[in-house]
């Protein structure tokens, strides 16, 4: 049986403003109208596997939750990212606790891949290798010099078996340079590194104790000490934090002598930057990719893509031009591996929309800024049915609430109101409150606040139904 494992903890720095910490892009609809998680989940419809286990991050958790709450899923929380060896590692030890030793068909969350039969066929044909203990990669057959992948040599496998739908690895190459990638290519024994395994649980951690055996035995600590909280199995923090980060890759692939790789000929495309959207999306007649309300002029193979308001774009070529509700980004189509840098610039002079995107998912629902000033901000909050937002107070601000749609319980003190649409409430400094979404639509309400401080630290939360008693907002 192939048990399914999702990595879905990153945070995709080269698609901002699109993608955050907050709000990273594998939870973004780029192509189509689900998620990149979503379209990693139902790639496996049809094939014999088990419930996926998902691998996420602690801060992202109800984002991931409200996402996959379709599916049959196991979720399981990182306290910190570590890359991609340990996460690997505590999802092998997990799906050995009842004993069994699966197949781990370990998928990252925010691939692309146009044939899902085709994809699934490459995964038929690397059971024969992983089941001989065989650590297997899905090599990608290419289809130019890539400068933004990393590649993979291959060599003929040998031992008398039967295994010729697959490769050995010779080597792994980093990410060249456009003349290395060319000669790569004209190699004819090289493929993209897809980032996707296929192997069994016991053989990736009898290699991980051979060549990085102290992670190997914090990621059983880590395991060891996980517990429950609501939906979420959660690694145990302190040992997980003693972790090294370190790729799979670099961890046990580039030193395992059982490295093998299977081609995958399947319209794979990794979201990795700006320039992979706009080739992996449906172009005009002139190459342009526009989204949301963009109006082209004059413009050639170029991505221009407007969220809150018109973008007009006029003379150009080969742009990326990306507008979101508190940034604007304009860049060559060309230099789009560069935002990471660009970003991490703007991390380093404390910008925060560097990190925290315009609209905050919480638990509940999501708010987003609509204005700020001094001593005032404008807040667009939407509770999903059934929420309810923790039992607080505030310090610093007052909070003036008008209902937009949907029908409000308030609890002020020690009443509990009702607050209808085109009605509003008062709540003063320091009063205790509560806001819930008790009906079947969305509550959608605007808040104006009011007072010396109105930072989202301002909370002091006395009851939550999500257990978030004990971190930051």
Known sequence: MIQPVILSGGSGTRLWPLSREQMPKQFLSLLGSDSLLQQTLQRLDGLSASAPMIIGSHTQRFLLAEQVREHNVTLVLEPEGRNTAPAIACAALLAQQNGEDPLLLVLPADHAIDDVAAFQQSVTNAETLAKAGYLVTFGVVPTHPETG??????????????????????????????????????????????????????????????????????????????????????????????????????????????????????????????????????????????????????????????????????????????????????????????????????????????????????????????????????????????????????QHRAEHWVVVSGTALVTLGDQAFWVSENQSTYIPIGAVHRLENPGKIPLVLIEVQSGAYLGEDDIERLDDVYSRHNEAP
């Not at 790569?184 to 990736?204: C, E, P, R, V």
């Not at 051979?210 to 609501?230: G, I």
């Not at 299977?262 to 319209?267: D, E, F, K, M, S």
């Not at 150009?316 to 979101?324: I, L, N, Q, R, T």
């Open 149 to 394: 992948y990393g590649y993979i040599v291959c060599d003929k496998l040998d031992g008398g078996e039967s295994l010729t739908a697959g490769y050995r690895v010779h080597r792994f190459i980093e990410k060249p340079d456009a003349e290395r990638a060319k000669a790569l290519i004209a190699q004819g024994d090289t493929l993209w590194n897809s980032g996707m395994f296929l192997f069994k649980a016991s053989a990736y951690l009898n290699e991980l104790a051979a060549h990085e055996p102290q992670m190997m035995s914090t990621c059983e600590a880590a395991v060891a000490s996980a517990h429950r909280d609501l939906d979420f199995l959660r690694l145990g923090k302190a040992a997980f934090e003693a972790i090294p980060a370190e790729s799979i890759d670099v961890a046990v692939m580039e030193r395992s002598r059982r490295a093998a790789v299977v081609p995958l000929n399947a319209g794979w495309c990794d979201i990795g930057s700006f320039d992979a959207l706009w080739a992996a999306s449906p172009q005009d007649a002139a190459g342009n990719v526009a989204k949301g309300d963009a109006w082209l002029c004059d413009t050639r193979r170029s991505l221009v893509m407007a969220d809150q308001r018109l973008v007009v774009t006029l003379g150009v070529e080969d742009m990326v031009v990306v507008e979101a509700n508190d940034a604007v980004l304009v860049a060559h189509r060309t230099r789009a591996q560069e935002v990471k840098a660009l970003v991490a610039s703007l991390a380093q002079a404390r910008r925060p929309e560097a990190q925290q995107s315009a609209q905050v998912h919480r638990p509940w629902g999501s708010f987003q800024t609509m204005e700020r000033g001094a001593r005032y901000q404008v807040k667009h909050i939407s509770v999903k049915p059934g929420g309810k937002l923790s039992l607080q107070r505030h």
